[in-house]
C-alpha cells in the first residue's frame, strides 16, 4: 500500500519528521524516536540477555513473554526521554523480519494498536535493512552508494548499496552466518552466550597459532561459508576432550577469529575495488568485533578507502535504525503497511 500524496508532500514539507520505531526480533525490546532518518531523539533498549544466558541462548517462547511485559513501558520512555507525546509523532514503524515470528508479533501488534488509535502511517522495516540504516543514524555525512559488508547473527553478506532503497546483492554465505559461527564455537568451547563479544575478549589473550584443518575459502567467489571452519574448531575440541587433553579458550578464540575475519575484510575490500566505490560500510552485530575493526581500519586506509561502522550501541539489535530505514522507505518508495500486516522469519536480502 502507498502512503497518499497529500500525506506525503505535507511529511517533505515539514522540518522535523519524527518516527517511533519498534524493534522486537529476537532478544531485545527497543523503541526509538528518530528525526529525520537521522537524529536519534532516544533509543531505550531492553535487553534479555540475562534471561537467556542461563539456556546457553534464546529461547523463543521465553522472549516474546519478555517482549510482552517489556514493550509499553519501553514505548513510554523512549517518548519520554524524546520529550515527545504520540501526538508528536509523524509514523509508527516497525520491524516485520526476519526474526523470531512469536517476538516479531509481539511489536508488530503494538506498532498496529499505536497506528490505528493514533491515525498514524504504519511502516513495515526489514532488519537487515535496518542494520544497514544504524550507519545513517551514527554519521550524518554518510550517502549512498557504497558497499556494505553485513555481519549478524542470521546474515552475512556484501552488497552494493546504490541508494538508499535499491540494494543489490553481490554475495552471501551459503551456509552459517557469521555470527550463528561465533555463537557455535563460543558454546563449544565453555564461553556460553552471547558468544561473539566473549570469543572477541577471550581472544585477546590468545595466539593466533592454532592450523584448524578446514577447507574453507571460496575463492574468486564474493560468497562466504563458515560451517567448515565451525567444524573444524569442534572436531579439534573433541580429539582434544578424547586424548584428556585441557584446552585453551583464548587460543582458540584466537585463531578462529583470525581466520573469519581475514575472510570478511579481504573480501569486502576486494568488492569495494571491484565495483569501482570509495566506501565500505559494516552493520550488524559482528560489527562490534574488535579484531574486525582494527583489520579493516588498516586495510581501508593503505587502500584509501572510507570506512564506517555504526556506534558501538547500534551495531546490535536496536529501534534506531528501524527508524532510520523506515524514513527514507516512505520518502522514497513511499510504501506503508497494511493493518493485515504479519511477521515473517525470513525476508530477502534485497
Ligand atoms: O545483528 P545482531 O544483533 O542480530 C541479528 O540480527 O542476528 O547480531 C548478533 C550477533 C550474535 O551472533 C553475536 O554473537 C554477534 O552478533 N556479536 C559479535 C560481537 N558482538 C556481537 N560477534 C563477534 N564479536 C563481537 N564483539
Ligand atoms: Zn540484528
Redesign the pocket.
Known amino acids: 500500500m502507498q502512503i497518499s500524496e497529500e500525506l506525503l508532500n505535507k511529511l517533505k514539507n515539514k522540518e522535523s519528521v519524527k518516527i517511533l520505531a519498534i524493534e522486537s ?2 532478544d ?1 525490546t527497543s523503541v526509538a524516536v528518530v528525526e529525520n532518518g537521522r537524529n536519534v531523539l532516544s533509543n531505550v533498549i531492553a535487553s534479555q540477555i540475562d534471561i537467556h544466558t542461563r539456556f546457553g541462548g534464546v529461547v523463543p517462547e521465553i522472549a516474546s513473554r519478555n517482549h510482552i511485559t517489556a514493550i509499553s513501558n519501553v514505548t513510554r520512555q523512549a517518548l519520554g526521554l524524546a520529550n515527545c507525546t504520540l501526538d508528536d509523532i509523524d509514523a509508527i514503524a516497525v520491524t516485520y523480519g ?2 523470531l515470528l512469536g517476538a516479531l508479533l509481539v511489536g508488530i501488534s503494538f506498532a498496529k494498536g499505536l497506528a490505528y488509535m493514533s491515525h498514524k502511517p504504519l511502516i513495515a522495516v526489514s ?2 535493512k535496518g ?1 544497514i540504516a544504524a550507519n545513517y543514524a551514527s554519521h550524518s555525512d554518510l550517502k549512498p552508494p557504497f558497499v556494505c559488508l553485513l ?5 552475512t553478506a556484501i552488497l552494493d548499496v546504490v541508494d538508499y532503497t535499491h540494494l543489490k546483492l553481490i554475495g552471501t554465505t551459503i551456509d552459517d ?4 559461527a ?2 557455535k564455537v ?1 558454546r563449544v568451547i565453555g564461553l556460553g ?9 577471550m581472544a585477546k589473550q590468545g595466539k593466533e597459532d592454532i592450523e584448524f584443518r578446514h577447507k574453507y575459502t571460496l575463492e574468486n567467489s564474493y560468497n562466504f561459508s563458515f560451517s567448515g571452519i565451525k567444524t573444524a574448531v569442534i572436531n579439534y575440541v573433541h580429539k582434544k576432550e578424547q586424548k584428556g587433553e585441557e584446552i585453551n579458550q583464548a587460543d582458540i578464540s584466537a585463531s578462529f ?1 583470525k581466520v573469519v575475519t581475514d575472510e570478511l575484510a579481504s573480501k569486502a575490500v576486494k568488492a569495494v575495488k571491484d565495483l569501482n566505490r570509495d566506501t565500505l560500510v559494516i ?10 575493526q582494527e583489520k579493516l581500519s588498516k586495510m581501508c586506509e593503505s587502500e584509501g578507502i572510507k570506512l564506517y561502522f555504526p556506534s558501538l550501541k547500534l ?3 536496536n529501534g534506531a535504525m528501524i527508524g532510520s530505514y523506515a524514513y527514507y522507505q516512505l520518502i522514497n518508495t513511499k510504501e506503508i503497511a497494511d493493518l493485515d500486516l504479519t511477521a515473517k522469519s525470513v525476508v530477502p536480502l534485497c
Open positions: 526480533s529476537c531485545e526476519a526474526g532488519h537487515i542494520h555481519v549478524s547473527g542470521g546474515h552466518a557469521v555470527g550463528e561465533f555463537d563460543a552466550y552471547p558468544g561473539g563479544p566473549k570469543i572477541d575478549k577469529q552493520a550488524g552485530g559482528v560489527g562490534a568485533n574488535s579484531k574486525l551495531c546490535t539489535d
